[in-house]
């Protein structure tokens, strides 16, 4: 399978199963889009009034030699490989701990609402919180590293017992020749010096949760009482951020209906500073104002090619930053499984409620069909794990002839299952945006290659 387009002046030619990036001329453009329904005499034909026909017979055989090399119209090998994957022993390698279903914001387009998860509020014991981390470790095999975020909620309205968690996780890892990879998401309000000097010392990564410029901030991410957190927030988030040399957390943010020319809050955050990036497209159920809809596409394809030149142009400045969904690795990228199986949700990586139940991931939390078990019993539900297991690209009909599936992994299951019932299925708004993000990572790739070279 190949996939073409045209961004920022560069042809791109991607070869999806071997990963292979090439950037060509317009007469090799054009050979590659035709050269599989078309012998050599049959193209200098069809192009003849375009371009000479010694080029297009050059282009034919440079087209040829790369597929002889193994670099063009290569053959998906993976499928096979899949097939033995659910078989697999199930290794539990990360848990995501609803620290608090509570919180202090009343975010309009929380998915937890307003931290309660379709349910009650609630503050995770220590009991429980260690129970399932003598769960993580049990369950791990012989996996050293284990990843383990706080959520909420807003986990800092339990931060003693997240302290307490972390210093019980630490005396594990000796025993038990682990280790703990902890990371926090907080809303920034509770943030103080003392917190940050924890962050610093223990947690691998700090996801700052932010939308960008004021008003947008404001509007989407008040207090219960209407106020906006973002002059509260801010300078906390700075703060943090330069405490931790510019790595090892996020600004993220979400941006949607009321915001469809978020590039704008992308640059904003950068501009105060804002080495690492994230700002997601909002989830919402098709009734809700602000969410997302398929007419609104072109206008989000625009700001994603606005704001990958705009980052090819701070590179050359000088003033680069991250933005997480154009990180790409075409070197190598993730191994064969998460490239095919994506984020490990109900296998892999787990949520934990305050009072222990299991859930494939915080998304699903409060959707009590799927409960996997507790942290008392383990995992009870196999045929729900089983069923995760399933769940890759080529499981899913919609991912199996789409470019992009060596990428997202089949996408989110979560967002499938709330749009169309079914953890297999697509989310096609979801599907096209990311789409459009891979395309402007490699753009963004070539023209670093391009400085470099």
């Not at 199963?17 to 069809?46: P, Q």
């Not at 199996?400 to 990428?407: D, L, T, V």
Request: charged residues 30%; negative net charge.
């Amino acid at each position: 399978m190949v996939h073409q387009y045209k961004n920022n002046g560069y042809n791109i030619v991607l070869d999806v199963n071997s990963g292979a990036i090439h950037v060509v001329d317009e007469v090799t453009y054009d050979v590659i889009a035709d050269y599989e329904e078309n012998t050599k005499e049959e193209l200098i034909k069809k192009l003849s009034g375009v371009y000479p026909e010694e080029e297009v017979k050059e282009a034919y055989e440079e087209v040829t030699e790369l597929k002889e090399n193994g670099e063009l119209f290569t053959t998906d090998d993976y499928e096979d490989y899949i097939d033995g994957l659910a078989d697999r022993p199930t290794v539990v390698k990360a848990l995501c701990l609803h620290i608090a279903h509570d919180c202090n914001l009343a975010c309009k387009y929380c998915f937890a609402e307003e931290g309660e998860y379709h349910g009650r509020r609630a503050l995770m014991s220590y009991e429980v919180g260690k129970k399932a981390l003598d769960f993580l470790i049990a369950n791990s095999g012989s996996r050293r590293n284990l990843e383990v975020d706080f959520f909420g909620g807003e986990p800092l309205l339990n931060f003693q017992v997240v302290k307490d968690l972390v210093a019980y996780g630490r005396e594990q890892e000796k025993i038990h020749n682990k280790n703990f990879r902890f990371t926090l998401t907080t809303n920034g309000v509770l943030l103080d010096d003392d917190i940050i000097e924890f962050a610093n010392k223990e947690m691998a990564n700090v996801v700052c949760s932010i939308d960008g410029r004021k008003e947008v901030h404001d509007r989407m991410r008040p207090f219960r009482k209407g106020d906006g957190s973002y002059d509260l927030i801010v300078p906390k988030f700075q703060k943090l951020a330069e405490s931790r040399g510019q790595e090892k957390y996020y600004a993220r943010g979400t941006f949607t209906r009321n915001n469809l020319d978020f590039s704008e809050d992308v640059l904003h955050l950068a501009d105060l500073g804002f080495k690492q990036i994230s700002v997601e497209p909002v989830v919402a159920e098709e009734t809700d104002s602000y969410a997302l809809r398929e007419e609104d596409l072109p206008v989000l394809f625009e700001q994603y090619d606005k704001l990958a030149k705009e980052m090819v142009q701070r590179k050359k400045e000088g003033k680069d930053f991250n933005f997480f969904h154009f990180m790409i690795d075409l070197e190598g990228g993730p191994c064969v499984a998460k490239r095919l199986s994506g984020c490990g949700s109900g296998t892999e990586y787990m949520a934990v409620t305050p009072w222990g139940d299991f859930y494939p991931c915080h998304q699903f939390v409060g959707k009590e069909e799927f409960i996997m078990g507790n942290v008392e019993e383990g995992i009870t539900n196999l045929a729900m794990q089983r069923k995760f297991k399933k769940c890759n690209v080529y499981a899913k009909p919609k991912c199996r002839e789409c470019f992009a599936k060596f990428y997202c992994s089949g996408g989110c299951a979560a967002n499938s299952y709330n749009f169309t019932g079914d953890i297999n299925n697509a989310y096609e708004v979801g599907c096209e945006l990311q789409k459009k993000r891979i395309e402007c990572a490699i753009m963004i790739k070539v023209a670093e290659a391009e400085m470099e070279g």
